[in-house]
């Protein structure tokens, strides 16, 4: 099946930093990613999709200051979490869709921010 | 999207099939069901979806009802790395649907030796 990737795969900063976090479609084009979190025993929640080449679409109380997310290419999309703070601490996990309309998830990338 | 239910957690005895159910009572006639599953702490993996007839490939068989209002994923000879979360969501669109998902709670399946 198709591989997406993300990187890094962990990741610890202080309170007050941003961490961006990349989301890479190894062998397809995807004009289409999704980005999720997910705190422990939870499920997946949608946090925004992003289109290559068009602004992000944010779900319903997720900040698009604190949550930047640029697709600049057809195989690239980035988080960047600006001023981390300690309750940012979650799972984030990508999707990207290919041409068939299939997806397929990234490995995930677990942030801690103390 | 249409809602689902499963049982929030299911064992299963390792080499036997596990069958994990799935409620869709609100389904529409375009929303096909999908199976993803989670293992800890890794992205979601997709299993197996439908429309209408039953479907199976390596990993998995997927039975959806004549009404279409509940199906069940069964693994035929579970193993301990089945162990894990398993999403059962209907969603519209079987191919360039382009559509998010929309994850609701699954069901922990643990296998056990």
Same mark, same amino acid.
């Given at each position: 099946?198709?591989?997406? @990737?993300?990187?890094?795969?962990?990741?610890?900063?202080?309170?007050?930093?941003?961490?961006?976090?990349?989301?890479?479609?190894?062998?397809?084009?995807?004009?289409?990613?999704?980005?999720?979190?997910?705190?422990?025993?939870?499920? !997946?929640? !949608?946090?925004?999709? @992003?289109?290559?080449?068009?602004?992000?679409?944010?779900?319903?109380?997720?900040?698009?200051?604190?949550? !930047?997310?640029?697709?600049?290419?057809?195989?690239? @999309?980035?988080?960047?979490?600006?001023?981390?703070?300690?309750?940012? @601490?979650?799972?984030?996990?990508?999707?990207?869709?290919?041409?068939?309309?299939?997806?397929?998830?990234?490995?995930?990338?677990? !942030?801690?921010?103390? | 999207?249409?809602?689902?239910?499963?049982?929030?957690?299911?064992?299963?005895?390792? %080499?036997?099939?596990? *069958?994990?159910?799935? *409620?869709?009572?609100?389904?529409?006639?375009?929303?096909?069901?999908?199976?993803?599953?989670?293992?800890?702490?890794?992205?979601?993996?997709?299993?197996?979806?439908?429309? /209408?007839?039953?479907?199976?490939?390596?990993?998995?068989?997927?039975?959806?009802?004549?009404?279409? /209002?509940?199906?069940?994923?069964?693994?035929?000879?579970?193993?301990?790395?089945?162990?894990?979360?398993?999403?059962?969501?209907?969603?519209?669109? %079987?191919? *360039?649907?382009? *559509?998010?998902?929309?994850? %609701?709670?699954?069901?922990?399946?643990?296998? /056990?030796?």
């Amino acid at each position: 099946g198709a591989v997406v @990737s993300q990187h890094p795969s962990r990741v610890i900063c202080k309170s007050g930093t941003s961490v961006k976090i990349e989301c890479r479609s190894l062998d397809f084009q995807a004009t289409t990613m999704f980005w999720y979190r997910q705190f422990p025993k939870k499920s !997946l929640m !949608l946090m925004a999709t @992003s289109n290559e080449g068009s602004k992000a679409t944010y779900e319903q109380g997720v900040e698009k200051d604190k949550f !930047l997310i640029n697709h600049a290419s057809l195989t690239l @999309s980035t988080l960047t979490v600006t001023s981390a703070h300690p309750e940012d @601490s979650s799972f984030y996990i990508c999707s990207a869709i290919n041409l068939a309309g299939e997806q397929y998830f990234g490995p995930g990338t677990r !942030l801690t921010v103390t | 999207d249409a809602k689902t239910t499963q049982p929030p957690s299911m064992d299963c005895a390792e %080499g036997r099939a596990a *069958n994990l159910p799935c *409620n869709h009572s609100t389904i529409s006639g375009n929303e096909y069901v999908y199976w993803y599953r989670q293992i800890h702490s890794q992205g979601p993996q997709y299993i197996i979806h439908g429309l /209408k007839n039953n479907e199976t490939n390596e990993m998995a068989s997927l039975i959806i009802t004549e009404d279409r /209002k509940s199906s069940t994923l069964i693994l035929p000879h579970a193993t301990l790395r089945d162990t894990a979360v398993y999403y059962c969501i209907v969603r519209v669109g %079987g191919g *360039n649907a382009g *559509n998010m998902l929309t994850f %609701g709670g699954g069901t922990r399946l643990m296998v /056990k030796p």
